[in-house]
């Protein structure tokens, strides 16, 4: 580990390494090429500018354009709302005219000329892994919201500048630096541009190696956690993940920690991830840290590298449908706890613990009767980010029983192959046949044909009716050969069921969401009612859920709530909710080959 406290100097090394191996892209200025600078001068304006030229052009006119998502989150952002200020010239000054051909796309009338310049602001004043955020803390840029390109003309290699605001001194980002020119960086074509994000501002950074790549950790607040510690779990991380795969598929890698907040986003060769530093207090916070960080990282291979085919070449200009994502996802999900457990951080029971809550979350969701794995993949542009209560009682998450899926696929897998094959060889098959031969994603049959192969038998029970419909799984049977059972018997819950979901809008308790055929459902009780008092005492969000916690089962509640401005009374009997706990432990005699196969799988008692 290494903390650098001159900027650039990490970046300078790598680009002389990667000059070496590879070769930096030539750039000349008559030939196709995009150069964009990027400058902050006052941060509390929240406005970056932005200035984009375009050489090597051909024809009267060109679209400039700004893409409506970007990869990895699978929701339209109309970046293009962010930009003001529009203007374009030639390469001598002249301004050129343009007009609005659709929301995110500029035509400018270059009139043959080669060159063209556009130049504009961008609003950004959201810290999150898919937005852009610009403070007198620092900045963070999603690039796809950031930068237009050339319509048609994505293979573009790129320059990129980023003239830091007075007084800040690192930019961070998975781009190739250019040597001797802080702060400047290229990129072969657009897709690596708008997949490589970049925090700006005086983030500490770290530096380590492993698996003999270089990696930087850009954080912009770390809080408490032992550094050293840290990056030495980090290292364990990607090793276990190179040992998995069998190589890397970069030469640097940065983990971008873009500040408070929540969500991460995977990218080619770095990560931008949300931390709030005091979640990482308790050991249970650290571990979940280190699963979060390892599924950003895992998606390096799987979605980045191996990925269904509707993922790459992107659309930029509209959504890219795959029912596919609860393999892209769920299988990462199921990599965090597989990789955690090689890396030595994680032990069998906590994966065997992680792993039956993620099961008793999909479930024991409303949604699980009412949309299988494949729709609410292809569903995701509209039903899984921003939901409401119809979301929270109509879907699943692809991510929870794409976890459950890639589960039994890798049971089912080492079952009937003997113990030969694992879904680890059908993560390096599609790895080597589709990223590195064919160099383009997978179809659905491809990837059923490639566990098939591992497995040496027929997986139709998974592919058919586990991921396409909402029929019940048998889960004993996958896991008896692991000596695993499930708990299937439905037992009372502790608490007892209210069934309204609220949330603290500045003290009140406000209903998001009613469970259907719940007591608060039955009791007449709807989405956005404030409840405001329970037995005649006044409760806010907080002393709801006490008073709901101190209540047993048959239990009256006088409820008194607000609803447009009337208030009413209404009574709830409250109810014994009985579900199944879906824990899976160990059973108490297993056999040697029960102890043999777990023991190939989970490695850490
Ligand atoms: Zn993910």
């Given at each position: 580990?290494?903390?650098?406290?001159?900027?650039?100097?990490?970046?300078?090394?790598?680009?002389?390494?990667?000059?070496?191996?590879?070769?930096?892209?030539?750039?000349?200025?008559?030939?196709?090429?995009?150069?964009?600078?990027?400058?902050?001068?006052?941060?509390?304006?929240?406005?970056?500018?932005?200035?984009v030229r375009a050489d090597g052009l051909?024809g009267a006119a060109q679209?400039?354009?700004?893409?409506?998502?970007?990869?990895?989150?699978?929701?339209?952002?109309?970046?293009?709302?962010?930009?003001?200020?529009?203007r374009a010239e030639d390469g001598s000054g002249r301004p050129l005219p343009f007009?609005?051909?659709?929301?995110?796309?500029?035509?400018v009338r270059t009139g043959g000329s080669t060159t063209a310049v556009v130049s504009?602001?961008?609003?950004?004043?959201?810290?999150?892994?898919?937005?852009?955020?610009?403070?007198?803390?620092?900045?963070?840029?999603?690039?796809?919201?950031?930068?237009?390109?050339?319509?048609?003309?994505?293979?573009?290699?790129?320059?990129?500048?980023?003239?830091?605001?007075?007084?800040?001194?690192?930019?961070?980002?998975?781009?190739?630096?250019?040597?001797?020119?802080?702060?400047?960086?290229?990129?072969?074509?657009?897709?690596?541009?708008?997949?490589?994000?970049?925090?700006?501002?005086?983030?500490?950074?770290?530096?380590?190696?492993?698996?003999?790549?270089?990696?930087?950790?850009?954080?912009?607040?770390?809080?408490?956690?032992?550094?050293?510690?840290?990056?030495?779990?980090?290292?364990?991380?990607?090793?276990?993940?190179?040992?998995?795969?069998?190589?890397?598929?970069?030469?640097?890698?940065?983990?971008?920690?873009?500040?408070?907040?929540?969500?991460?986003?995977?990218?080619?060769?770095?990560?931008?991830?949300?931390?709030?530093?005091?979640?990482?207090?308790?050991?249970?916070?650290?571990?979940?840290?280190?699963?979060?960080?390892?599924?950003?990282?895992?998606?390096?291979?799987?979605?980045?590298?191996?990925?269904?085919?509707?993922?790459?070449?992107?659309?930029?200009?509209?959504?890219?449908?795959?029912?596919?994502?609860?393999?892209?996802?769920?299988?990462?999900?199921?990599?965090?706890?597989?990789?955690?457990?090689?890396?030595?951080?994680?032990?069998?029971?906590?994966?065997?613990?992680?792993?039956?809550?993620?099961?008793?979350?999909?479930?024991?969701?409303?949604?699980?009767?009412?949309?299988?794995?494949?729709?609410?993949?292809?569903?995701?542009?509209?039903?899984?980010?921003?939901?409401?209560?119809?979301?929270?009682?109509?879907?699943?998450?692809?991510?929870?029983?794409?976890?459950?899926?890639?589960?039994?696929?890798?049971?089912?897998?080492?079952?009937?192959?003997?113990?030969?094959?694992?879904?680890?060889?059908?993560?390096?098959?599609?790895?080597?046949?589709?990223?590195?031969?064919?160099?383009?994603?997978?179809?659905?049959?491809?990837?059923?044909?490639?566990?098939?192969?591992?497995?040496?038998?027929?997986?139709?029970?998974?592919?058919?009716?586990?991921?396409?419909?909402?029929?019940?799984?048998?889960?004993?049977?996958?896991?008896?050969?692991?000596?695993?059972?499930?708990?299937?018997?439905?037992?009372?819950?502790?608490?007892?069921?209210?069934?309204?979901?609220?949330?603290?809008?500045?003290?009140?308790?406000?209903?998001?969401?009613?469970?259907?055929?719940?007591?608060?459902?039955?009791?007449?009780?709807?989405?956005?009612?404030?409840?405001?008092?329970?037995?005649?005492?006044?409760?806010?969000?907080?002393?709801?859920?006490?008073?709901?916690?101190?209540?047993?089962?048959?239990?009256?509640?006088?409820?008194?709530?607000?609803?447009?401005?009337?208030?009413?009374?209404?009574?709830?009997?409250?109810?014994?909710?009985?579900?199944?706990?879906?824990?899976?432990?160990?059973?108490?005699?297993?056999?040697?080959?029960?102890?043999?196969?777990?023991?190939?799988?989970?490695?850490?008692?």
């Open positions: 580990m290494k903390k650098t406290g001159r900027p650039f100097i990490l970046f300078c090394a790598l680009a002389v390494a990667g000059t070496a191996l590879a070769g930096a892209p030539a750039v000349r200025a008559a030939a196709p090429a995009l150069s964009v600078t990027v400058s902050m001068e006052r941060p509390t304006a929240h406005y970056y500018r932005v200035v051909a679209d400039f354009k700004m893409p409506v998502w970007t990869p990895g989150y699978y929701r339209i952002m109309d970046y293009a709302k962010n930009v003001r200020d529009f007009e609005k051909t659709a929301k995110n796309v500029w035509r504009y602001d961008v609003y950004a004043f959201n810290r999150f892994c898919a937005d852009s955020y610009l403070s007198d803390d620092g900045g963070f840029i999603t690039p796809a919201g950031m930068f237009m390109h050339v319509g048609g003309r994505l293979k573009d290699p790129v320059t990129v500048t980023v003239v830091p605001a007075p007084g800040w001194t690192e930019v961070s980002t998975g781009l190739e630096p250019v040597p001797g020119r802080p702060g400047t960086f290229t990129a072969p074509d657009i897709d690596t541009l708008y997949d490589c994000p970049i925090l700006v501002g005086n983030q500490e950074v770290l530096a380590f190696e492993a698996a003999g790549r270089p990696h930087t950790v850009a954080a912009y607040d770390l809080g408490a956690v032992d550094r050293a510690r840290f990056t030495g779990d980090l290292k364990r991380i990607v090793e276990a993940a190179a040992e998995t795969m069998g190589e890397l598929p970069y030469r640097h890698y940065t983990f971008l920690v873009i500040g408070p907040g929540g969500g991460g986003l995977e990218h080619l060769n770095s990560t931008a991830v949300a931390l709030d530093p005091g979640s990482l207090a308790t050991p249970r916070g650290y571990q979940g840290w280190l699963a979060f960080i390892a599924h950003e990282y895992f998606h390096l291979f799987n979605v980045k590298s191996i990925r269904p085919i509707a993922l790459g070449p992107f659309d930029y200009d509209r959504e890219n449908y795959t029912d596919l994502l609860w393999f892209s996802e769920g299988a990462t999900v199921y990599y965090e706890y597989l990789l955690l457990d090689r890396a030595g951080l994680m032990s069998r029971d906590e994966v065997l613990d992680r792993l039956g809550s993620t099961v008793a979350s999909y479930e024991n969701a409303p949604g699980r009767r009412r949309q299988p794995a494949a729709l609410s993949s292809f569903d995701t542009w509209t039903g899984f980010f921003g939901r409401n209560e119809h979301a929270a009682a109509s879907t699943i998450s692809y991510y929870d029983i794409g976890c459950g899926l890639s589960l039994l696929l890798d049971l089912r897998i080492r079952a009937a192959s003997g113990g030969r094959a694992s879904l680890d060889d059908v993560m390096r098959a599609l790895y080597r046949t589709y990223y590195k031969e064919k160099k383009r994603g997978f179809t659905a049959r491809e990837l059923r044909d490639a566990c098939e192969k591992a497995a040496g038998a027929p997986l139709g029970e998974i592919f058919d009716v586990y991921a396409r419909t909402t029929e019940p799984w048998d889960y004993a049977k996958p896991l008896a050969p692991a000596g695993l059972a499930i708990d299937l018997e439905p037992k009372p819950v502790p608490e007892p069921w209210f069934g309204a979901s609220t949330q603290d809008q500045n003290g009140k308790a406000v209903v998001t969401a009613v469970e259907e055929g719940s007591p608060a459902s039955l009791a007449g009780l709807c989405a956005q009612d404030e409840i405001l008092a329970v037995d005649g005492r006044r409760v806010e969000a907080r002393s709801l859920a006490q008073a709901l916690g101190e209540r047993k089962a048959g239990d009256r509640l006088e409820v008194l709530y607000a609803r447009r401005g009337q208030t009413g009374r209404t009574e709830a009997v409250l109810t014994e909710r009985r579900r199944p706990s879906w824990r899976i432990t160990p059973v108490a005699d297993p056999t040697p080959s029960q102890s043999a196969f777990l023991e190939a799988w989970l490695k850490l008692p």
